[in-house]
């Protein structure tokens, strides 16, 4: 059988995942029918339901070195010494904006010991926002849907510019 793998986000023990859950001071979210479960050294902090997102968004980096926050708290330093400002690069995470009460939300996730494909890291990217996007988030808790839709994702050999159409039409069905 071959791993359900797409970037960050990961098939593990009946649950779809992004983050390491396997380490014990670790942050990740699962991907339930009730919503986005963001968890904090195994414990639940927060579960966002599906009906709540407006968007959804992925930041993430290929290896572990790009998601620290110590070395994103050393680059903000080095650049406010010449002035700059850093867009991206730091710790990897979900955000969103939520409705009912309107909100940002933002929930940071540990990058596990492997590295992340910059490919997949960018179809992980379209498949939340194109699912959120087409009014069909509660799928995302759908372990089977997910399964069958990063399969189909996993095979597509498309440019960056076709991508997010492409995964947008396999999203809509």
């Known amino acids: 059988m071959t791993a359900l793998v797409l970037g960050p986000l990961e098939y593990i023990a009946g649950e779809w995942i992004i983050g390491d859950a396997t380490a014990r ?7 339930q029918q009730q919503g986005l479960s963001h968890r904090v050294k195994g414990a ?3 579960i966002v339901p599906w009906s709540r997102l407006m968007d959804l968004r992925l930041s993430a980096q290929a290896g572990r070195r790009g998601n620290s926050r110590a070395l994103a708290a050393f680059t903000d330093l080095a650049l406010a010494l010449t ?7 730091a710790e990897a995470c979900l955000a969103a904006t939520l409705r009912k009460p309107y909100e940002d939300w933002v929930a940071h996730f540990s990058h596990p010991p492997r590295k992340y494909r910059t490919s997949e890291i960018r179809q992980a ?3 939340l926002e194109q699912t959120v996007e ?9 372990p089977r ?23 947008g039409e396999i999203v809509r069905g």
């Open 25 to 31: 001071e670790g942050k990740h979210l699962r991907f």
């Open 44 to 46: 639940e902090v927060q």
């Open 83 to 89: 002035g700059a400002s850093r867009h991206g690069g």
């Open 125 to 127: 990217e379209a498949l």
């Open 134 to 142: 087409c009014g069909r988030a509660a799928q995302l808790g759908e």
């Open 145 to 167: 849907w997910m399964a069958e839709t990063v399969g189909k994702i996993a095979g597509l050999m498309v440019g960056s510019r076709d991508m997010k159409a492409a995964i």
